[in-house]
C-alpha cells in the first residue's frame, strides 16, 4: 500500500467496494484520523477538509491519540460519526445527521470539541490545590 505526502502529514488510502479507508498520522498533532464511508462516496475535498477538521481536535485534549470519522448515506440524510480515542480515559463519541456531508460535518466537529472541552474541564476542575497554597 504505497504511502503519499500531503499537506501535515503522511496518507495511506486503500478502497474495497463502497468501504474506503484513509490512515493519515498528522505531523503537527500527532493525531491519527481513520476515515470510513459506508454506502457511499466521499470527494477527497471533503476528505481533507475532514481530515483537518478532526485532527484540529487534539487542542481541546493534547492526550488523543487518534480518531476514527464514520460516513453512512441511508435513505433519510446522511449521518457522520466521530470517535476520538483518548489516552487514559473514554473514548468521546459524536453523531450528526445532515442534509449533505459537509453540514452533517460541520455539525459532529463541534460537538466532538464540545464534549472534549467538558471532559478536560471536569479532569482539571477536580484536581487538589498544591500544598503550599491555604483555603480561603
Given at each position: 500500500?504505497?504511502?503519499?505526502?500531503?499537506?501535515?502529514?503522511?496518507?495511506?488510502?486503500?478502497?474495497?467496494?463502497?468501504?474506503?479507508?484513509?490512515?493519515?498520522?498528522?505531523?503537527?498533532?500527532?493525531?491519527?484520523?481513520?476515515?470510513?464511508?459506508?454506502?457511499?462516496?466521499?470527494?477527497?475535498?471533503?476528505?481533507?477538509?475532514?481530515?483537518e477538521?478532526?485532527?484540529s481536535?487534539?487542542?481541546?485534549?493534547?492526550?488523543?491519540?487518534?480518531?476514527?470519522?464514520?460516513?453512512?448515506?441511508?435513505?433519510?440524510?446522511?449521518?457522520v460519526?466521530?470517535?476520538?480515542?483518548?489516552?487514559?480515559?473514554?473514548?468521546?463519541?459524536?453523531?450528526?445527521?445532515?442534509?449533505?456531508?459537509?453540514?452533517?460535518?460541520?455539525?459532529?466537529?463541534?460537538?466532538?470539541?464540545?464534549?472534549?472541552?467538558?471532559?478536560?474541564?471536569?479532569?482539571?476542575?477536580?484536581?487538589?490545590?498544591?500544598?503550599?497554597?491555604?483555603?480561603?
Amino acid at each position: 500500500m504505497p504511502w503519499k505526502r500531503f499537506s501535515g502529514g503522511w496518507k495511506r488510502a486503500t478502497g474495497v467496494g463502497s468501504f474506503l479507508l484513509s490512515d493519515v498520522s498528522n505531523a503537527r498533532n500527532n493525531v491519527r484520523v481513520q476515515i470510513s464511508a459506508r454506502h457511499c462516496e466521499l470527494p477527497s475535498g471533503e476528505r481533507e477538509r475532514v481530515e483537518e477538521q478532526v485532527a484540529s481536535l487534539s487542542k481541546f485534549s493534547p492526550r488523543a491519540s487518534h480518531a476514527e470519522v464514520v460516513f453512512t448515506e441511508e435513505k433519510h440524510g446522511k449521518d457522520v460519526e466521530v470517535i476520538v480515542y483518548i489516552d487514559g480515559s473514554d473514548p468521546v463519541v459524536a453523531k450528526a445527521e445532515g442534509a449533505d456531508f459537509r453540514s452533517a460535518t460541520d455539525a459532529v466537529v463541534d460537538r466532538a470539541g464540545r464534549l472534549l472541552r467538558k471532559q478536560r474541564e471536569r479532569r482539571i476542575d477536580h484536581k487538589a490545590p498544591p500544598l503550599g497554597e491555604s483555603l480561603p
